[in-house]
C-alpha cells in the first residue's frame, strides 16, 4: 500500500535547468511533507518541507510546492548544480498520536550533467 | 565527530544466525528511530522510542526486538535471520516524537546469504 508515491525512478537535467521532481500521495489525513536528499553511503538529510496551510515554501534554490486538492506535490531546485545529484525522498506524516511518524516514497534519482 | 552514527555499517551473516545492529547519537535527542530500506527502495519505519519507551511498533516479526539502554542508544536485535530481512537499516534521532528534525545515521546494509 503505497501512501507516498514517486512515480519517476530517475531524472536527468542539465546543470544551470530546473529540476522538478514529483510526488503524489493518497492517504488525505496528510498534513506534513517533507524532502529529503541521500548520497551513495550515507542517510537521508532533511532538504525542506512545508505544511498542509500553504502551497508554497523557499529556501534558497529550493521550492516545494503543494497541491492538496490533487494531493501532490513538487520539488523545484534552480539551478540545479552537479552537486545536486542524489537521491531525492518525499515524506509526508499527518497529526496526532503516533500519526507524526514519516512515511517515504521509493525516491527519485536526480543526475545533473555540467 | 558523527551526529548519529551505527556500527557495524556492513554485516554478512547466514541465515538462522542471530545479530544485532548499535546505534547511538550525541544529539541529545530524546527520540529515536529504525527504518528498514528493502529492496524496493521503501524507507519504512520498524520502531521508535522515546526515551527509552517504546512508542511506535509497526509490524515486525518478533525477530526484530529492539533494546534502548539509554537514550542516547537504540540497538537492534534480530533473530533466526532470513533471506528477505536483507535490506538497509537506518537509525534516525529527532529532539522529540515528530515529524521533523530527524537526523539519519548512515546505514548499516545487511546481507542474508
Known amino acids: 500500500d503505497q501512501q507516498v508515491k514517486q512515480n519517476s525512478p530517475s531524472l536527468s537535467v542539465q546543470e544551470g535547468r530546473i529540476s522538478i521532481l514529483n510526488c503524489d500521495y493518497t492517504?488525505?489525513?496528510?498534513?506534513?511533507f517533507l524532502w529529503y536528499k541521500k548520497y551513495p553511503a550515507e542517510g537521508p538529510t532533511f532538504l525542506i518541507s512545508?505544511?498542509?496551510?500553504?502551497d508554497k515554501n523557499e529556501d534558497g534554490r529550493f521550492t516545494v510546492f503543494l497541491n492538496k486538492s490533487a494531493k501532490h506535490l513538487s520539488l523545484h531546485i534552480v539551478p540545479s548544480q552537479p552537486g545536486d545529484s542524489a537521491v531525492y525522498f518525499c515524506?509526508?506524516?499527518?497529526?496526532?498520536?503516533?500519526?507524526?511518524?514519516?512515511?517515504f516514497g521509493k525516491g527519485t534519482l536526480l543526475t545533473v550533467n555540467p | 565527530d558523527t551526529a548519529v552514527s551505527q556500527t557495524p555499517k556492513y554485516l554478512v551473516t547466514q541465515m538462522g544466525n542471530d545479530k544485532s545492529i548499535k546505534c547511538e547519537q550525541n544529539?541529545?535527542?530524546?527520540?529515536m528511530y529504525w527504518y528498514k530500506q528493502d529492496s524496493k527502495k521503501f524507507l519504512k519505519i520498524m520502531f521508535s522510542?522515546?526515551?527509552?519507551?517504546?512508542?511506535i511498533n509497526e509490524t515486525v516479526p518478533n525477530r526484530f526486538s529492539p533494546k534502548s539502554p539509554d537514550k542516547a542508544h537504540l540497538n537492534l536485535h534480530i533473530n533466526s535471520l532470513e533471506l528477505g530481512d536483507s535490506a538497509v537499516y537506518f537509525c534516525?534521532?529527532?529532539?522529540?516524537?515528530?515529524?521533523?528534525?530527524?537526523?539519519f545515521g548512515s546505514g548499516t546494509r545487511l546481507t542474508v546469504v
Open positions: 492517504n488525505s489525513m496528510f498534513d506534513y
Open positions: 512545508i505544511s498542509s496551510i500553504k
Open positions: 544529539l541529545g535527542h530524546d527520540t
Open positions: 515524506a509526508a506524516s499527518g497529526r496526532g498520536g503516533s500519526n507524526y511518524k514519516l512515511t
Open positions: 522510542y522515546n526515551n527509552k519507551e517504546l512508542i
Open positions: 534516525a534521532s529527532s529532539p522529540v516524537a515528530t515529524n521533523y528534525g530527524y537526523t
